[in-house]
């Protein structure tokens, strides 16, 4: 999550990562609870309102948005068997708003702080025996799993566009770095927690 984050000195750089946390989860709640679009637009007006205050622009919320694109698809596909097509698009409107907040989290929040932020918070565990900074790592690593799934596909395509390949043939083409490079970030990843004890 460390590489996503995003050096800057806007208000919600200077937030503390608690309130943020908290924040996100108010955000998720409404998401899930509020029935139509009010909520949807409104979340995405306030990740809109995020990246504008933090400095990143408009621009990188489109392309946050669009490199969802394959889960918007999935998400669809899931859900058209079993739901009318207006619940379809708001349920999916829920989760392209969250995850796009999500973002704006990992931005504007340096790894280590939300990781102290995460053990703090789950410190009243610790007497029923949970170790409250694994749960924390967990909890960080599954924030940040979609995002660093989105930036190594990136990373696949740029390096496969260079070649000179587009279109269709890029987008398969592109899969075996991808696969490649999340294998080796998952073996970097395991070494890292194997060597902290974790």
Do not use: N
């Not at 996100?24 to 504008?52: D, K, R």
């Not at 075996?176 to 902290?196: G, I």
């Amino acid at each position: 999550m460390g590489a996503l984050y995003r050096a800057g000195d806007g208000p919600l750089h200077r937030l503390p990562a608690g309130a943020k946390l908290l924040a996100l989860l108010a955000c998720s709640v409404v998401a899930a609870t509020s029935p139509g679009w009010a909520a949807i637009l409104l979340l995405v007006a306030v990740a809109a309102a995020g990246h504008l205050a933090s400095g990143f622009g408009i621009a990188s919320l489109a392309r946050d948005a669009w490199s969802i694109r394959w889960l918007v698809v999935f998400t669809v596909l899931a859900q058209a068997p079993f739901q009318g097509p207006a619940r379809v698009v708001a349920a999916t409107g829920r989760i392209v708003s969250v995850v796009l907040l999500c973002d704006l989290l990992a931005y504007t929040t340096r790894a280590t702080d939300l990781l102290r932020t995460l053990t703090s918070a789950l410190g009243f565990l610790r007497p029923l025996g949970v170790d409250s900074a694994r749960v924390g790592l967990l909890v960080m690593l599954a924030a940040s799993a979609i995002p660093l799934a989105r930036s190594t596909y990136a990373q696949a395509r740029d390096a496969v566009a260079a070649r000179g390949l587009s279109g269709t043939r890029a987008l398969v083409a592109a899969a075996v770095p991808y696969l490649v490079m999340s294998v080796k970030r998952a073996d970097e990843l395991s070494e890292a927690l194997d060597a902290r004890g974790v």
